[in-house]
């Protein structure tokens, strides 16, 4: 069953998608399957044994549970400071 | 205090915010923005932020260090944007009454900030490409 | 740069001084005037020193600290005479290409002024009495 | 035999001593025997163990020889910061 989110995109994941945020209906149940379906859509290089999510501003396991109306974010390795 | 700043830091005034009677010692932290960078030339510098998630865990990192430490304040603002080389591009200032905690803190605030608070750091080059500074590099950083 | 001053420090125009291109990392330290030392009320301070020397031991301080950690640039400021409650009594800067040694140093530095340099501390009580602070107390300073 | 000493005192000395600084003519050969001279002279409670001791702005060990002119400043520990 496909469920509707919100994606939107940082640094590196931004240059390769080509947009800021966009909304897509995806048939997946975890942020694991999801970036695998960009990963398939979008051609994107990043491992993601490197990347962190956050779901609706909160950090959260990569295999935790997505629902309906979801805000996600992968996050690249980050460089502050 | 941790913030996210787009326009040029105050230090002078950032200070001022840390004194308070009962601080015998005051450590502070800045990172600068360099003219080269892993061997290349740097021409200009850009921060991204996810500025949602980076306030959070920023503040998270802050109640953390004052929970591990004995300080008095502890503050921290990280510039987003276009930087100029020699901007500071993050702040960490901690007031205690001694100054082992003082450098503790100061030191864990930074350490923490640069490895988990989402923003990314851009460069360009003189030779007009540009790229995202990978955390990889990160080992041998400032 | 080592210096003992009777005038208050300004720490932006000390900070301003440690800018260098190359510099990616600044640490610095600064001891304030309580308003309290060793559980009792401090109404008035005043820093004596043996100024000749204290210069001398202040300059090898900086030198060693150049000689051990990777830094570009490093100095010290310390007030002599009478002292306000919240001045700074002593400015340590340090700058680096990067954070490890920039803190390392500043570390350094302050733990061997502390040690080393001829100063010497009075303080005056709102009871009337003062008296020389004894190092002996100094494990549980600032 | 007797040389002359330029002393210069600090803090908790200069308290004690009640000057600044003095010449004085005494037969010593190292900063040891001097500060025992000076302890007997002035009533100093300092102990030599918790001094280290200046001559002509140098440390230099407690026993090494002092010279006709030299100038020397016992430091009591030191408190700055």
């Known amino acids: ?81 | 205090m941790f913030q996210l700043s787009d326009q040029p830091l105050d230090i002078t005034a950032l200070r001022r915010q840390m004194q308070h009677p009962q601080a015998g010692a005051f450590a502070s932290f800045e990172g600068w923005v360099r003219n080269h960078n892993e061997g290349r030339a740097v021409f200009r510098l850009a921060y991204e932020a996810y500025a949602e998630l980076g306030q959070k865990e920023g503040e998270a990192i802050l109640e953390e260090a004052r929970q591990r430490f004995d300080i008095i304040d502890a503050a921290c603002v990280h510039r987003v944007g276009a930087l100029e080389i020699g901007d500071s591009a993050v702040w960490v200032g901690v007031a205690a009454a001694h100054r082992d905690a003082a450098f503790a803190a100061c030191r864990y605030i930074i350490d923490e900030v640069k490895a988990r608070v989402p923003i990314w750091k851009n460069e360009t080059y003189p030779e007009g490409d540009s790229g995202w500074i990978n955390a990889e590099y990160r080992a041998t950083e400032d």
Chains 1, 4 share one sequence.
Not at chain 1, 13 to 18: E, T
């Open chain 1, 1 to 81: 069953m496909s469920i509707s989110l919100k994606l939107r995109y940082f640094a590196a994941l931004r240059d390769q998608v080509g947009r800021e945020e966009e909304i897509l209906e995806l048939p997946v149940n975890t942020p694991e399957e999801l970036y695998a379906a960009l990963q398939q859509r979008y051609g994107l290089t990043l491992e993601p044994a490197s990347l962190r999510v956050a779901v609706n501003d909160c950090f959260v396991p990569m295999d935790s549970p997505l629902a309906q109306g979801d805000q996600v974010v992968f996050i690249p390795p980050v460089a502050g400071g």
